[in-house]
């Protein structure tokens, strides 16, 4: 009676390999050998038909009552296994939540970026709105519309980054004034923030590449005083509610008069100290009440409009209020420099 025999040693071997799997991947192959449609008992079953008639219904019987074991065990087997699984990756993926955080390291402002914001605020507080304008220039934008001859020495090629004749790399962000104008009907109250370029070479407090800020206020009836008022706001602003202001007489092609206007030292009050140089005041922009020439080439008349108009270096602005004496500081991206600007 041979395949009696054969089902049971099926039914051991199928049930040994079941318990035997360590886990889903192994049980798999076990479940193709013994139960699969080309497992051993289909096999077993395909030969049910050279039985004697009597045998058939015991063997048949006994066949169903093996498979059905099978695929029991089998079933159970698969489910514990899978359990197994997802309780050992749930494990593995706990989260301890009392372990230390990493600390998220957000970045910070440069201070030069912190400098042209303060600056900024100020000025956006008494109406003015920042604009910008292109760094690579027309030398008409940057010279001819600024009242600047065509002999002026800021031209010089020694002085100036000439792209064509016709084009510059800005040497000043007073071009923008001239956009401005040309663009804009007055009132007009802007700023202009950005950089400049000059052929200079890297010292201490020298930088081919610098920053400026720019302001321009046209109106009806402005006047000098109009210009100290807003800039000594400025001043104390940024600098300190004590600070004094004074002009000093000077040139500029665009404006008419033009200025030069110092602070009284912050670090000493204005006693001299090594900030100021002994001096007790530090120049701070340059200034003027707008040349009636640049008006009228931008369209505006200066019968019926005048305005001031002012630029300060970014750079000379921050070294003096956080004491930096290398304006290459704020180039060199050293962290261990920029780190003290951190909050
Ligand atoms: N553009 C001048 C410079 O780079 C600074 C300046 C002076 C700007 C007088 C002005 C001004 O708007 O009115 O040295």
């Not at 001859?149 to 010089?156: F, I, L, M, T, V």
């Not at 800020?213 to 000594?232: F, N, P, T």
């Not at 005041?281 to 008006?295: R, S």
Request: charged fraction near 30%.
């Amino acid at each position: 009676m041979g395949m009696r025999e054969d089902l049971e040693r099926i039914r051991e071997e199928a049930l040994e390999a079941i318990k035997a799997a360590g886990n889903e991947q192994e049980l798999e192959p076990v479940r193709i050998r013994y139960s699969g449609k080309k497992g051993a008992l289909t096999a077993i079953l395909k030969t049910m038909g050279k039985l004697s008639a009597e045998e058939r219904p015991v063997m048949g019987q006994l066949a169903n009552e093996v498979r059905a074991q099978i695929e029991e065990k089998l079933g159970e087997r698969f489910e514990a296994l899978r359990a197994a699984a997802l309780e050992e990756k749930l494990k593995a993926e706990t989260l301890d939540v009392t372990m230390p955080g990493k600390a998220p390291k957000p970045g910070f402002r440069h201070p030069l970026t912190t400098t042209i914001s303060d600056v900024r605020r100020v000025f956006e507080s008494m109406g003015f709105q920042t604009v910008e304008g292109p760094e690579v220039e027309l030398a008409y934008y940057n010279f001819d519309a600024l009242n600047t001859s065509a002999d002026h020495p800021a031209r010089d090629p020694q002085d100036t980054f000439y792209i064509t004749d016709d084009v510059v790399l800005r040497t000043q962000t007073s071009s923008v004034q001239v956009r401005t104008m040309q663009g804009k009907e007055p009132p007009i109250r802007v700023i202009a923030p950005g950089r400049v370029y000059r052929n200079d070479d890297l010292d201490a407090t020298h930088s081919p590449l610098f920053h400026q800020i720019e302001g321009l206020l046209i109106d009806k009836g402005v006047r000098m005083s109009d210009l100290k008022g807003y800039l000594e706001v400025f001043a104390q602003s940024i600098f300190g509610e004590e600070t004094r202001v004074r002009f000093r007489p000077h040139h500029f092609p665009f404006t008419e008069p033009s200025a030069e206007m110092d602070v009284s030292c912050f670090a000493c009050g204005g006693k001299g100290c090594r900030l100021c140089k002994g001096e007790g005041w530090i120049e701070i922009l340059g200034c003027g009440m707008v040349h009636p020439n640049v008006l009228r080439d931008c369209g505006i008349s200066p019968e019926v409009y005048s305005g001031f108009a002012f630029g300060m270096g970014v750079e000379r602005i921050a070294m003096l209020r956080y004491k930096i004496d290398e304006i290459r500081k704020f180039y060199d991206n050293d962290l261990r420099f920029l780190s003290q600007f951190n909050g």
